[in-house]
């Protein structure tokens, strides 16, 4: 018999991926201590992967402050939430002049069940030259339950 013990792979970043951690500085109004903002920017992903969630219930923002205008091609991001039945909404904006305007590009919702689904992947293709600014905007629940927000990874393509 010829066997070969498979390692488990660990997606890697696209070569388009914008290094946000080496390129942005990041704001959060809160982070978890064991879940800190940084996981969402990390390996690795998918479901079970590292997550930020934020510290304090209600609604949440993440702004991404670029060192120098980027191209934004695409937008990745992934949420996951095994413990509460809720609907999460993301709204994701950007500013071409230093955060002075921003301009709502994508709103998405996302339905999380613990007995059915868990885990969100979305990918969204955009074409926005010049971005100095990223603002995302979190609401855990449509429906006013008192959870907290949390985001498993957000990438940008170049």
Same mark, same amino acid.
């Given at each position: 018999?010829?066997? @070969?013990?498979?390692?488990?792979?660990?997606?890697?970043?696209?070569?388009?991926?914008?290094?946000?951690?080496?390129?942005?500085?990041?704001?959060?109004?809160?982070?978890?201590?064991?879940?800190?903002?940084?996981?969402?920017?990390?390996?690795?992903?998918?479901?079970?992967?590292?997550?930020?969630?934020?510290?304090?219930?209600?609604?949440?923002?993440?702004?991404? +402050? !670029?060192? =120098?205008?980027?191209?934004?091609?695409?937008? =990745?991001?992934?949420?996951?939430?095994?413990?509460?039945?809720?609907?999460?909404?993301?709204?994701?904006? +950007?500013?071409?002049?230093?955060? @002075?305007?921003?301009?709502?590009? #994508? #709103?998405?919702? !996302?339905?999380?069940?613990?007995?059915?689904?868990?885990?969100? #992947?979305?990918?969204?293709?955009?074409?926005?030259?010049?971005?100095? @600014?990223?603002?995302?905007?979190?609401?855990?629940?449509?429906?006013?339950?008192?959870? #907290?927000?949390?985001?498993?990874?957000?990438?940008?393509?170049?």
């Amino acid at each position: 018999m010829r066997k @070969h013990i498979l390692q488990s792979q660990v997606s890697a970043p696209d070569a388009r991926e914008i290094p946000v951690t080496s390129v942005a500085t990041v704001f959060t109004t809160s982070e978890a201590a064991d879940h800190p903002i940084e996981h969402a920017f990390n390996c690795p992903r998918g479901p079970g992967g590292t997550r930020w969630i934020a510290d304090q219930a209600g609604e949440q923002t993440i702004i991404l +402050v !670029f060192d =120098s205008p980027q191209t934004l091609r695409q937008v =990745s991001l992934e949420v996951e939430e095994k413990d509460v039945d809720r609907t999460q909404e993301l709204a994701l904006s +950007v500013s071409s002049d230093g955060g @002075h305007h921003y301009r709502e590009l #994508r #709103r998405q919702e !996302f339905s999380f069940s613990p007995d059915g689904a868990t885990f969100e #992947r979305e990918e969204w293709t955009i074409c926005e030259p010049g971005v100095t @600014h990223v603002r995302v905007a979190i609401k855990p629940d449509k429906g006013g339950k008192s959870c #907290r927000a949390a985001l498993t990874s957000l990438a940008f393509m170049g």
